[in-house]
């Protein structure tokens, strides 16, 4: 997908709780109510029913062989209907947000006016089981008559109890019930015809019936229907953990709210009608009654979505909610009374690829339901034009993407690998970081969608982003370019990445990144090579690399558990190792590899790196090691591997991992490329296997070294073939071939240092020298060549292609732990160079360098060279 990258500074936006900006389609005004008042699916189920408060008579009664149990007395029935939570009132007080209440009713048994009339049904079980559901009730209204005076409750004095003048509950005890039992079932009932009581008409109104030893939430959902018409039972559907009007019967007490779609049509609770897409926060359910309703003007009203944000808290009546997350309930209006199973007119879409999920709620951070977008269509398969996208992590307001009918475009920042679940990028200050982002066109037609910044941004920050042609709902990566000034204070930053559909830059979205700011590290680095025939270990064998003949930072850091630790090696196979360099994968850097000592081995062998992996603390490399053909073959090797640090004098760092694609310079950007100047770096592939770096910034003046190593399983090898400086940037020419010298594509790291050692670490003695003139005769140019002692060393030629380089005063005057020359080619010739040995230990201070290379045909020719030398800190 072509980008066109625009560079602009970050505007000032206000934000606002709905996080989407895009405006709608022609969306009708006044919106639609969906809870149809005048229009009910059953005559008591509407807001003027819900909002009507009234008493509760409870009836509670044994059997001439099976008494009420005693423990279960008035005092704990009213606990239990009228009491704090948990309690049958204090559950609708709380769902109805204070619209509802319920008092105790009238009475003369036991207290009079507590609400409960305790009566002995005076049959036995068998003859009460023998009755039809209805009989019973009547039986228990006029059982009960003596002790209440029904026509108490005739507020509208037409000498018939409606069911929103009163609730009449009919418990009855049964055998399994020892007093602390918890079971069994509850029904809500019409009563069977029979004669007046106190003159009022009982006949055909809800009542509840239920067992002594039923669980509240029973009780609850028997209320829903007694109390407020919800006419038929949805048990049977897959809303059970999620909402009262589900399965509720069990052994054990639990609580879970009413959803949105029954608060809607009770009028409890109105969702927000989304018109336009964009990010939505969605606080709790339970807490605030908030919930979202996605529909299609085009479609109807029949068909449509809701979304709530569920939380199991203690002490609420979602405690027993069954997941913690984002509910969305696909809604088929038509279907209120359709009994089949394949017909719900409620359904729960659950966060698995065909929605079947039951007893899942979305939560982008549970492994278990990493699904995030929810597309399904309507209940009877057509394509619902509406979607709930990029759910994010549970939590007391959790946000998604809303997607209905109109334009828009989405970011996503979700990150479910990061503390805070946000996308996060590190940048030392002054660097560039790049952030990429998953874009998507929400819209419904193709068109231009933008990646960029929202402000504010603290001064001196500076930003680029990306635009994209994308059709219809199509998902792309949009990266942004995000750089801090050099002063920036070390902190983590919030910053707002924004998605803009640019045909109407209005419509778009935003969502949050961190991006931390370091200060530049101090020097971190390490080296080690293989001795005698270490690197003809079996297959598997764990080997540590010889112990003094490597060295590294962390051996002075003064953890003494770290510094006890060796560079690590394993031979996976034919010329490959896994190195493992402690404590060097906890910042970013990069690594090196190459042919290591090697006396009576003269071939154009190559050692480079197939990959490089931070598992912090640790760096891991991947060496691969080939013969002059190109073959994979076993070979001593040596690694070195640096990080970002600050320092007086110029350090660049880089990785490329792109290999296709002519053109532009394209801004490199990753941990690993660092420039102390602050400035961009770009790369510009010139044609195959050429490319040219170009790091900004006056300090460069070329005189440094340069290393480039291959980042590819399959042999390659690469070289600097010029470094100038152009006033304003470094700019570096760097070629590689593959092993017949034809021009190959590979990625690869390169270093840069000039004025210091390879590490750019001033505090131990290093050097770097580049050869120059005739290479048949080459001379050290001392213009491109630099020690820690100012000491320039000579250079012999001793046959073709083999040099003898000679320093007296660099090496380590203790000998032990020694060191480390690393050799590249230089220059326009095509070459390779390596080094075949180097002698640090037979005389204090010395150090002796052997150089082979050659040409195309892999044998023995002059080239130009450099060679970097590292070694420990000088003992004190």
Not at 102 to 121: C, H, I, K, Q
Not at 492 to 510: I, V
Request: one cysteine or more; a negative charge; proline letters at 8%.
């Amino acid at each position: 997908m072509p980008y066109r990258l625009k560079r602009r500074l970050a505007v000032l936006v206000a934000m606002a709780s709905i996080i989407g900006l895009t405006t709608a389609m022609d969306y009708p005004t006044p919106l639609p109510d969906f809870a149809h008042p005048h229009t009910p699916h059953a005559p008591w189920y509407q807001p003027v029913n819900a909002a009507t408060s009234r008493p509760i008579l409870i009836i509670r009664g044994g059997f001439t062989d099976l008494p009420w149990p005693a423990v279960k007395d008035d005092a704990w029935l009213g606990r239990r209907f009228f009491g704090p939570y948990p309690s049958v009132r204090d559950y609708f007080v709380r769902s109805s947000f204070g619209r509802v209440d319920f008092s105790r009713a009238r009475e003369s048994s036991g207290t009079p006016d507590d609400g409960v009339v305790f009566v002995d049904y005076g049959i036995t079980l068998a003859q009460w089981d023998a009755l039809t559901d209805e009989q019973k009730m009547r039986h228990g209204v006029n059982v009960a008559d003596p002790l209440v005076d029904y026509s108490v409750f005739d507020r509208n004095g037409d000498h018939v109890l409606a069911d929103d003048e009163v609730v009449i509950a009919v418990l009855q005890s049964v055998p399994y019930d020892t007093g602390d039992t918890i079971d069994g079932p509850g029904a809500s009932r019409a009563v069977d015809p029979g004669p007046l009581l106190d003159g009022m008409e009982l006949t055909g109104r809800t009542t509840i019936w239920a067992h002594s030893a039923v669980n509240q939430i029973t009780l609850d959902h028997e209320m829903l229907h007694t109390a407020f018409g919800l006419a038929r039972d949805f048990h049977g559907y897959p809303i059970n953990g999620f909402d009262l009007a589900g399965g509720t019967i069990s052994p054990y007490e639990w609580y879970v709210e009413l959803g949105s779609w029954h608060k809607m049509h009770l009028g409890w609770a109105n969702p927000t009608i989304v018109t336009r897409d964009g990010y939505y926060q969605v606080p709790t359910w339970h807490t605030s009654g908030q919930s979202f309703l996605l529909y299609d003007p085009g479609r109807g009203t029949d068909d449509y979505l809701m979304v709530e944000n569920r939380r199991r808290v203690p002490g609420t009546y979602d405690a027993d909610v069954s997941d913690n997350g984002l509910i969305i309930w696909r809604v088929d209006e038509t279907q209120y009374y359709n009994p089949s199973p394949s017909s719900y007119p409620i359904r729960l879409m659950g966060p698995c690829p065909d929605y079947s999920c039951t007893y899942d709620a979305w939560d982008a951070a549970d492994q278990n339901t990493p699904q995030r977008d929810m597309t399904g269509p309507w209940r009877d398969g057509t394509p619902s034009g509406v979607a709930v996208r990029l759910a994010y992590e549970a939590g007391e307001s959790t946000m998604a993407y809303f997607d209905v009918p109109g334009p828009g475009a989405a970011v996503d920042c979700f990150d479910r690998n990061s503390a805070g679940y946000r996308r996060e990028a590190q940048v030392i200050a002054g660097q560039t970081v790049s952030v990429r982002l998953p874009v998507q066109n929400t819209s419904e037609e193709a068109g231009s969608v933008g990646l960029g910044l929202a402000g504010p941004l603290e001064p001196g920050w500076t930003w680029s982003g990306e635009t994209a042609e994308l059709g219809a709902k199509e998902v792309t990566a949009g990266r942004l370019l995000i750089t801090p000034p050099a002063d920036a204070t070390p902190a983590a930053y919030r910053l707002w990445a924004e998605a803009t559909w640019l045909p109407g830059p209005q419509h778009g979205s935003r969502c949050d990144i961190t991006v931390r700011v370091i200060a530049p590290p101090s020097a971190t680095w390490g080296y080690a090579s293989t001795r005698a025939a270490q690197y003809q270990a079996p297959v598997g064998e764990e080997v540590v690399l010889h112990p003094s003949w490597q060295w590294g930072t962390w051996k002075r850091d003064g953890d003494p558990n770290l510094a006890a630790r060796n560079t690590t090696m394993i031979r996976t196979g034919t010329g490959r190792y896994r190195v493992t360099m402690p404590a060097m994968g906890s910042l970013p850097g990069v690594a090196h590899a190459g042919a290591g000592v090697s006396w009576g081995y003269v071939d154009a062998a190559s050692c480079q790196l197939a990959s490089v992996v931070r598992e912090n603390p640790d760096k891991i490399l991947d060496v691969a090691c080939f013969d002059g053909e190109g073959t994979p073959k076993n070979l001593p090797f040596a690694v070195w591997a640096s990080g970002h640090s600050a320092g007086a004098e110029p350090q660049l760092q880089a990785r490329y991992s792109a290999v296709g694609g002519f053109g532009d310079a394209v801004p490199l950007v990753n941990e690993e490329t660092f420039t102390s100047t602050s400035g961009p770096v770009e790369v510009r592939r010139l044609g195959d296997g050429r490319y040219e770096v170009t790091a900004a910034g006056t300090a460069f003046d070329a005189s440094g070294f340069v290393r480039v190593t291959p980042l590819n399983d399959s042999p390659a090898v690469c070289r600097p073939a010029s470094v100038e400086d152009t006033g304003t940037a470094l700019r570096i020419g760097v070629e590689c071939m593959g092993p017949n010298w034809t021009p190959k594509n590979t990625p690869w790291t390169l270093t840069y240092t000039q004025g210091a050692g390879a590490h750019h670490d001033p505090s131990v003695p290093a050097a770097y020298a580049t050869t120059t003139g005739d290479p048949a005769n080459p001379t050290i140019d001392t213009g491109r060549s630099w020690s820690s002692t100012g000491e320039v060393p000579t250079i012999a030629r001793t046959a073709p292609g083999v040099y003898d380089v000679n320093y007296q005063d660099i090496g380590n005057p203790y000998t032990y732990p020694a060191d480390l020359v690393d050799v590249t080619a230089v220059g326009t010739a095509a070459r390779s160079c390596r080094v075949l040995s180097w002698n640090s230990y037979s005389l204090p201070r010395k150090l002796r360098v052997i150089v082979q290379c050659y040409d195309a045909a892999h044998r023995l020719a002059d080239a130009h060279f450099s060679l970097a030398y590292l070694r420990a800190p000088t003992r004190t």
